[in-house]
T-cell receptor
Framework: QKEVEQDPGPLSVPEGAIVSLNCTYSNSAFQYFMWYRQYSRKGPELLMYTYSSGNKEDGRFTAQVDKSSKYISLFIRDSQPSDSATYLCAMSAGSGGYNKLIFGAGTRLAVHP | NAGVTQTPKFRILKIGQSMTLQCAQDMNHNYMYWYRQDPGMGLKLIYYSVGAGITDKGEVPNGYNVSRSTTEDFPLRLELAAPSQTSVYFC?????????????FGPGTRLTVL
């Protein structure tokens, strides 16, 4: 079993739709949960991070973590064609020093006008 | 700041050839990483470094070597290239002492081994 599972998609939605992207994980030591966005032929860049359980909102983006279910989500409201990218979840145990990041496979999202 | 830079952008190698992928960062980050990204497989850590002179293996180190003589540079060496090394390679860096380990990525090098 992989430490982090993520459906690779692709996911195709019309402009304005609400998008839900998800990851599950098996390591209960994970404390930091991140979403990276990767545009085609570019490197990933950090979109949001959350510590432990709960929600975090940033504009049209909301990250949710449910540690009891080992399940994290990223919601995109009023999706735009510019949101078309691959979204990778990533997790680490934290606690200072070097913290290995474990990445999901990434979900490819296409938002069409 | 240029951030993380990688050269070359693209390369085609023949089986058995060798090459060095260059990576540099100008953010004075202690930690640097090399990943490979294969379709549908996410990012796999090849090697990482926590500072100049210190390197360690990641998840998939076979067939690769690294060195870190300065804080800024972290080259990745491929010896005896094989078709299984066809991939997109990303270099990344991060600051020390930040629990959530935000990594800053370069634009990648697309390598094909024929």
């Amino acid at each position: 079993q992989k430490e982090v599972e993520q459906d690779p998609g692709p996911l195709s939605v019309p402009e304005g739709a609400i998008v839900s992207l998800n990851c599950t994980y098996s390591n209960s030591a994970f404390q930091y949960f991140m979403w990276y966005r990767q545009y085609s032929r570019k490197g990933p860049e950090l979109l949001m991070y959350t510590y432990s359980s709960g929600n975090k909102e940033d504009g049209r983006f909301t990250a949710q973590v449910d540690k009891s279910s080992k399940y994290i989500s990223l919601f995109i409201r009023d999706s735009q064609p510019s949101d078309s990218a691959t979204y990778l979840c990533a997790m680490s145990a934290g606690s200072g020093g070097y913290n290995k990041l474990i990445f999901g496979a990434g979900t490819r999202l296409a938002v069409h006008p | 700041n240029a951030g993380v830079t990688q050269t070359p952008k693209f390369r085609i190698l023949k089986i058995g050839q060798s090459m060095t992928l260059q990576c540099a960062q100008d953010m004075n980050h202690n930690y640097m990483y090399w990943y490979r990204q294969d379709p549908g497989m996410g990012l796999k850590l090849i090697y990482y470094s926590v500072g100049a002179g210190i390197t360690d293996k990641g998840e998939v180190p076979n067939g690769y070597n690294v060195s870190r003589s300065t804080t800024e540079d972290f080259p990745l060496r491929l010896e005896l290239a094989a078709p299984s090394q066809t991939s997109v390679y990303f270099c990344a860096s991060s600051i020390r002492d930040r629990d959530y380990n935000e990594q800053f990525f370069g634009p990648g090098t697309r390598l094909t081994v024929l």
